[in-house]
């Protein structure tokens, strides 16, 4: 049968039930489990009945939504909007990118481009339809990126700026006649104009040489530019050794956004540095924004959003106002260091003593981060308020701090593509949580090479340790607008192909056969989200990081290999981080009121040598911040730091006093090697909220609110790149409770099903609860400790188990009930002293199903690239294995169906039950028995309970399974797609029915 399938059509929500911390520990509840009634919300925010079970679309997670330009149609943009919704986001951000699309001129953009008429009536389209199913619509503030504007020339003084320069050699007492140096690389295309800034001589010093940059004398550079005539200049080398002219020109770096040109006439990147950058984005969008659409994106209550910074020069990031703005912050001038900081395709070029070179280099660049931060991001933030729109942005890929950006910003983002591991997160975390921001946001699931190959199952193990360092807001990369001119089945997607290849993933939508199952995903990333925003964030650790730069890969010492494993957590401040107003110590605590840091650990500067320097200023808050009572170590000789800039006559004298007085008070240590952190933080009597007594790869975050702790715990790693694998991990875990009045109970907040249950063992001391966490790798469990009855629980503070030799011991509605997979008499100990025994009658052997009847939906590509043809075919399986391994099914994906059967005893009762497990299944997967839809399946950990479906005799089961589309494209773009090899999607197993029983504790 044939059967010809839009993919404009949406798709219904599905209710789910609960699974577990451990396997099967709370599913029991089963269908009459209650749902969540009431949960703590942030500061001044009531609960809601849903607050966990239906988090609202303000926390769900976004589509990054690729359009190819103006070239949409609004009946077409409110149909996506449509799909968005009903699969379970809660927003959009609409960008101009279509890398795929290699003849640009189909595109049209004198008439379709983007900031067109058709380009404006596809957004207002986009507004209306989101304001009417409550979905956030964000706005790049230019075409693709970087920040871009029509109508600006690449000599503009608006425009993006680089410094060239020259070089010539000059022997000792020799005669240099000719032109200035003309710029060692040719200007882009566009560039006409440019200004010769100074010319210089200085000696060559081959002791100060590398292998890369030529060494000179600092006390020989000498400025020439005075004797420049005409465009030439004469000089003679002093006969003391070898010297080098070199010529600094000021131009254009006529650079436009990735994959352009985009718009008529094209667009170029603005200096980001000055006002007049930020005044030419800001002016176009001033008049391209007619007052209905200013009432729209009010309404939308989005954000205007700028990508990474990837400004490309071939020498030095420039403008104009460098030279004052340095002497202004350092008192001296700039022009004689030039040549220690100018740059030859992202190459030093000289170098000075080794010492003043990295001081000279610190100063510069702290120098352009104060402008970036000044001129850029807050005269930004300050217009996206007075259109009472956020501003989100990706405030890194310069050398500028990173950490204090993210303090300016409303939303600071990160991104799993370009992020090497958690540390950097953690760098933007400490910004926003510092600043008294709530959410940090993540460009999501971006990964090379894998156009319509990409599986939820990988895009989970990705987010899992992103959750866990901070960020709680996804911005799925992407949703592809759904046709171009001259693209082919599944439809325009804008990154593939790429170069003729497949491209980066993912276009995710109705175009993918996982899209009628991805309300679990985004139900889940909500659910995440909902608790990571809740209240305020807590880290044991603040890292002072001299430069704030991230997306380096660079971590902490000891906390990132050792600390991390023992359960202790960290962010990142920098020195504008110490002027905010949260910046005080109470109780031993920095930012008492965020993130209640224990301790500040400070160490060498990692992009610099790891050098310990300091500066003065820096020097000063931080024994304030010690007298004030927190606790403090350092590692490294910092009683004989050094400035990080070029000190003043004095200032490493004033330098080594402050940190005499520092070292000198009894809250702080210093070490000199790295692994006696641990001790130290110990002796001054600093520990971990999570602690456990062995390493381990698990990953935590701790979000405190007024009524309840969270705790969001996940078998993960530290980067992508980590090898071995993450294994399972079984072990105890002791959560730090905040202490308040009454009892405190701990909570399972089940992020796939809504479910929020009371845990049935644990023992307790005080306020901190000690129980057994059991995750597969990748997999994530979230835990509450609050009031008792916080979450509509009925079981109250009723005595729990500290003890059992049951499998499971878990709250059902009939009370404290203990479960295992074989007969016999359990013994279990309560939190109130009474040992008790239980006996559970006789249990069936595990059931391996060995028939199964296969329906599959096979795609194809139809007469149109948005229309799919789906194939239906039926195969009869004596045993599971992948698709790819399948005949019939070798170049297939679509949605497999596989039933089959399993027969239970006659004497099977309401004290037994099951749990399916599935083994090896990729990509999505529903269950069905008898009829019901039962749990959603944990991508994970695919094991979910179906006692409450069972009964004796003949039972039907059903496993729903999606996969990627890549097996197809294979053979049907074998030009773009053939190099591919195929995947092993499908249900592979080993599927078990895995019976138990269980009987309330009497």
């Known amino acids: 049968m044939h059967e010809l399938v839009s993919q404009r059509g949406g798709m219904s929500r599905r209710a789910v039930l609960a699974t577990s911390l451990a396997a099967g520990a709370v599913a029991a509840l089963g269908a009459a489990a209650p749902a969540a009634t009431a949960l703590p919300a942030g500061a001044g925010s009531a609960p809601a009945a849903d607050w966990f079970a239906d988090p609202p679309r303000s926390v769900r997670p976004k589509f990054r939504w690729w359009w190819p330009d103006g070239l949409v149609d609004p009946d077409e943009i409110a149909r996506e909007i449509d799909q968005i919704a009903d699969a379970g986001f809660g927003g959009v951000e609409i960008a101009a990118v279509h890398h795929s699309i290699k003849d640009k001129s189909v595109l049209d953009t004198t008439r379709h481009g983007w900031g067109s008429r058709p380009w404006l009536d596809g957004v207002e389209a986009a507004l209306r339809r989101a304001a009417r199913r409550g979905l956030t619509v ?7 990126w970087p920040v871009a504007v029509p109508g600006i020339t690449p000599d503009d003084v608006a425009a993006a700026q680089e410094l060239a320069y020259g070089r010539a050699s000059v022997p000792g007492g020799t005669t240099y006649q000719g032109p200035v140096p003309e710029p060692v690389r040719p200007a882009a295309p566009g560039v006409t104009r440019r200004q010769l800034l100074t010319v210089q001589a200085a000696r060559v010093d081959t002791a100060n040489s590398t292998r890369k940059e030529t060494g000179l004398d600092l006390a020989s550079v000498r400025d020439l530019t005075a004797t420049v005539t005409g465009g030439a200049l004469t000089w003679t080398a002093p006969a003391d050794g070898d010297w080098v002219l070199i010529s600094y020109w000021q131009r254009g770096s006529g650079q436009q956004p990735e994959s352009g040109p985009h718009s008529s006439p094209a667009a170029y990147a603005v200096d980001h540095f000055s006002p007049a950058g930020t005044a030419a984005v800001t002016g176009y969008w001033d008049a391209l924004l007619t007052p209905s659409l200013k009432v729209l994106l009010k309404a ?16 030095l990031i420039w403008t104009a ?6 002497e202004k912050r350092t008192g001296r001038p700039l022009l004689p260091y030039l040549p220690a900081v100018v740059l030859d395709k992202s190459n030093q070029v000289f170098a000075f003593e080794a010492q003043v070179t990295r001081q000279i280099r610190h100063d510069f660049w702290e120098t352009v981060s104060d402008l970036f931060n000044r001129h850029h991001l807050h005269a930004l933030k300050t217009w996206a308020h007075s259109l009472d729109m956020a501003l989100r942005a990706q405030p890194y890929g310069l050398q500028t701090d990173a950490i204090a950006s993210a303090a300016i910003l409303d939303i600071p983002e990160g991104e799993s593509l370009g992020f090497k591991n958690l540390d950097d997160y953690r760098c933007l975390a400490g910004g926003r949580d510092m600043a008294g921001r709530t959410v940090l946001s993540c460009e999501a699931g971006a990964y090379n090479g894998t156009a319509y190959s990409t599986t939820w199952d990988r895009f ?14 996804t911005v799925v990369h992407g949703f592809s607008y759904a046709t171009a001119p001259q693209v082919n089945w599944p439809g325009f997607a804008a990154f593939s192909p790429y170069n003729g290849a497949p491209g980066y993933g993912e276009s995710w939508g109705p175009r993918q056969p996982t899209w009628g199952h991805v309300d679990d995903i985004s139900g889940y990333l909500g659910r995440v989200h909902r608790v990571l925003q809740a209240g305020t964030a807590r880290a044991d650790v603040a890292v002072f990081r001299q430069t704030g730069y991230t997306a380096t890969g660079i971590g902490a010492s000891w906390f990132t290999a050792t600390g991390i494993p023992l359960g202790w957590t960290h962010q990142f401040l920098s020195g504008p981080l110490l002027d905010l107003p949260s910046a005080t110590v109470s109780g031993g605590r920095l930012a008492p009121d965020g993130p209640a840091y224990k301790a500040l650990f400070v160490e060498g500067d990692f992009f610099y040598g790891s050098t310990p320097t300091l500066a003065v200023t820096d020097a000063r808050k931080l024994l304030e911040l ?10 490294g000789a910092f009683d004989q730091a050094q400035t990080p800039g070029v000190p003043e006559d004095g200032e490493t004298g004033r330098l080594r006093a402050l940190m005499a007085r520092l070292l000198a008070l009894p809250g702080v240590v210093r070490v000199t090697d790295k692994a006696a952190v641990g001790d130290a933080l110990a002796g001054l009597g600093v520990t971990p909220d999570v602690r456990y007594a062995t390493s381990s790869t698990l990953l935590n975050a701790h979000r405190a609110t007024d009524e309840a702790d969270f705790y969001y715990l996940c078998n993960g790693k530290h980067a992508e790149t980590v090898k071995p694998a993450v294994a399972a991990i079984d072990h105890d875990v002791t959560l730090r409770g905040t202490r308040r009045r009454g009892a405190t109970v701990p909570y399972l907040l089940d992020a796939w099903t809504g479910r929020a249950v009371r845990l049935a063992r644990y023992t307790q001391d005080g306020d901190d609860v000690t129980l057994r966490v059991t995750l597969q790798p990748g997999e994530t469990v979230i835990i509450a400790l609050g009031r008792p009855g916080l979450f509509g629980d009925r079981h109250g503070n ?9 499998d499971d011991v878990l709250f059902t509605g009939r009370g404290l009930t203990v479960r295992a997979g074989a007969a016999g008499t359990r013994t279990t100990r309560l939190s109130d002293g009474r040992t008790v025994t239980t006996t559970l009658p006789s249990v069936p052997d595990p059931i391996t199903p060995t028939a199964w009847e296969l329906e599959v939906e096979d795609w194809y590509p139809g007469s149109a690239a948005t229309r799919t043809e789906r194939v239906r075919r039926t195969l009869t399986l004596d045993a599971l294995a992948p698709w790819s391994k399948i005949p019939e099914l070798a170049d297939s994906a679509g949605i497999g169906r596989y039933r089959t059967g399993v027969t239970l005893p006659d004497d099977w009762t309401a004290s037994h039950g099951a749990v399916l497990e599935l083994g090896q299944v990729s990509d999505t997967v529903r269950v069905t028995v008898n009829g019901t839809s039962v749990p959603a399946v944990d991508r994970l950990h695919p094991v979910v309970d179906v006692g409450p479906y069972l009964h004796g005799g003949h039972n039907s089961i059903e496993v729903e399974v999606a996969t990627p589309l890549i097996n197809r494209l294979r053979v049907a773009q074998p030009s773009v797609f053939g190099t591919a090899a195929r995947q092993d999607h499908g249900l592979v197993g080993p599927v078990r029915l895995v019976p138990y029983a269980q009987a309330v504790v009497s």
């Open 138 to 144: 964000d706005l790049t503030l230019g075409p693709s």
């Open 300 to 315: 939308a209550g989005g954000a205007f959003f700028e990508d990474s910074v990837e400004l490309e020069t071939e020498g």
């Open 321 to 326: 106002q460098l030279p004052d703005a340095f």
């Open 460 to 473: 989970l193990r990705t987010m899992g340790g992103a959750y866990a360092a901070g960020v709680n807001q």
């Open 626 to 635: 010690a007298e004030a009572g927190l606790p403090m170590v350092l590692f």
């Open 798 to 806: 009723r005595p729990h188990a500290v003890a059992s030799d049951a």
